[in-house]
């Protein structure tokens, strides 16, 4: 997975309008942002501890703790991770983390760092275009926590700290950032002969991979309160859907695959469970094919990306499955961590590892089925 693409974008000057309506889950808590899948057969009992959690095993809060505090050492003054693969979508990421265990973004113990996070996505971004460089993967995934945070954060404290009086805005607002993003990510779409991204805005290839990462970031907007158009929605899921193949595989781009990846037939069945277009064969088939294979590894920096995946679309699709695949993945990011909390010394495989846990706090939304 290669997020660095640079590229620059133009889009029409027309303002979103914010849906007035639904910002139930923004009053709730963060916006990780997105609802819960409707019922499939593999999801049809709610349980209580479905929606408000259950225990949280310890090991799991251990290796929480350690890792956002490496992760908050590890931030520079500017808000951001430089180590390995950066940019605003591995800062995304690491804000998330912190969001996702329940951290309070406005006067918690990581307040700051999650102030100091989304003042550099926010800089980051293009003022004119909307967007958040340098590939649409960083525009995905930052526009993901721009949502998650939006309607948690409080706004007039972003920017204390940076040279602001009062704590006054010095830029965008997170709203109108978001907004921005939104656009460019709709535009971007609307002017690829696939009807959905890769690498830049510009692209008129796509592939599954970046089209999830951003179609992620949409339902977060939507759910935040963001006008999202439905089109936009349904046409990324249905490239998701034309790239899947009767045995639960999905391609990564124009109906050919690149070997076997569980990542891609994980992403269809999250951005189908969140989008709520689960009755059909592609959803059925690639949740199949993710449950009966709880026992795939991925190999190298694509094993973060793996398990922060399959943690969401399993939790979604099947709960039974997630609680095996969850013990398993406890233990194995038990022996994986380092002694300093980390894990491989890089801000984006902590992130991710974290995320993939993250799950059993069941904190935001995102976290119900």
Do not use: K
Not at 21 to 30: H, P
Not at 167 to 190: I, P
Not at 252 to 281: C, F, K
Request: aromatic residues 10%; glycine residues 10%.
């Amino acid at each position: 997975m290669n997020l660095n693409r640079r590229s620059r974008f133009h889009t029409p000057s027309r303002p979103l309008r914010r849906r007035p309506a639904a910002v139930t889950a923004v009053m709730l808590g963060l916006a990780l942002g997105l609802l819960a899948a409707p019922g499939h057969a593999h999801a049809q009992a709610r349980a209580p501890e479905l929606r408000f959690g259950g225990q949280v095993p310890a090991e799991v809060d251990e290796i929480y703790e350690a890792g956002l505090a490496w992760l908050a050492r590890a931030q520079n003054d500017e808000g951001r991770w430089t180590d390995g693969q950066q940019g605003p979508g591995v800062n995304g990421l690491c804000l998330m983390a912190f969001l996702a265990s329940g951290e309070d973004p406005n006067f918690g113990r990581y307040a700051p760092v999650i102030r100091r996070a989304l003042r550099s996505i926010i800089l980051d971004q293009d003022a004119e275009t909307g967007y958040i460089s340098n590939s649409m993967y960083h525009h995905g995934f930052a526009m993901l926590a721009l949502a998650e945070a939006y309607g948690a954060v409080d706004e007039r404290l972003i920017w204390q700290g940076a040279g602001g009086e009062d704590g006054e805005s010095q830029t965008r607002s997170l709203g109108e950032a978001l907004e921005l993003a939104v656009r460019l990510a709709v535009t971007s779409q609307q002017n690829n002969r696939f009807g959905a991204w890769r690498y830049s805005p510009e692209a008129q290839d796509a592939d599954t991979s970046v089209a999830g990462a951003v179609i992620m970031g949409l339902l977060a907007a939507r759910n935040a309160g963001l006008e999202v158009p439905d089109e936009s929605i349904d046409t990324g899921l249905e490239y998701i859907r034309s790239n899947t193949f009767r045995d639960g595989t999905v391609a990564y781009s124009g109906g050919m695959g690149m070997g076997e990846s569980m990542n891609r037939s994980a992403i269809a069945v999250l951005v189908a469970a969140v989008g709520r277009q689960t009755d059909t064969w592609e959803y059925s088939a690639t949740l199949d094919y993710i449950s009966s294979r709880l026992d795939h590894r991925e190999a190298g920096h694509y094993l973060d990306y793996f398990r922060y995946y399959m943690a969401q679309a399993l939790f979604q699709g099947d709960y039974e499955a997630w609680q095996t695949w969850n013990t398993s993945t406890i233990r194995q990011l038990e022996n994986a961590r380092s002694d300093d909390g980390s894990f491989n010394g890089s801000s984006y495989s902590t992130a991710m590892s974290l995320l993939a846990l993250a799950l059993n706090y069941r904190f935001l939304p995102v976290y119900e089925r």
